[in-house]
């Protein structure tokens, strides 16, 4: 069973920047290609960025591409760079982690496994 504990969320102006980091434990962690999604309120979960076991060409939602980085480390950790932050990106962020194939990412919240519990990201204009 893995846990995966988001971080990193809070209140910013538009144009500023945020860092969300995932800590996932109870796994192994190089085994899971993990996904970024998002969830405004009244709106479905939607996908912002994914990243491979491989981390080669990592995936991202054309609204988030050359804003957002996605990235992975050594230490069990997927972190999301956001950048030029816009108010229509306000909503709570969700880490997800997916079994998957060495160079397989995912669009679909059906294909990852296991979900963090959230972090709200508010942008104010």
């Known amino acids: 069973q893995v846990q995966l504990v988001e971080s990193g969320g809070g209140l910013v102006q538009a144009g500023g920047s945020l860092r969300l980091s995932c800590q996932a434990s109870?796994?192994?962690?190089?085994?899971?290609?993990m996904g970024w999604f998002r969830q405004a309120p009244g709106r479905e979960r939607e996908f912002v960025a994914a990243?491979?076991?491989?981390?080669?060409?990592p995936d991202y939602a054309d609204s988030v591409k050359a804003r957002f980085t996605i990235s992975r480390d050594n230490a069990n950790t997927v972190s999301l760079q956001m950048n030029s932050l816009k108010p229509e990106d306000t909503a709570v962020y969700y880490c997800?982690?997916?079994?998957?194939?060495?160079?397989?990412?995912?669009?679909?919240?059906?294909?990852?496994?296991?979900w963090g519990q959230g972090t709200q990201v508010t942008v104010s204009s």
């Open positions: 997800a982690a997916g079994r998957a194939a060495l160079l397989t990412i995912s669009r679909i919240p059906s294909s990852y496994d296991y």
């Open positions: 990243i491979s076991r491989s981390e080669i060409l």
């Open positions: 109870g796994g192994t962690f190089s085994s899971y290609a």
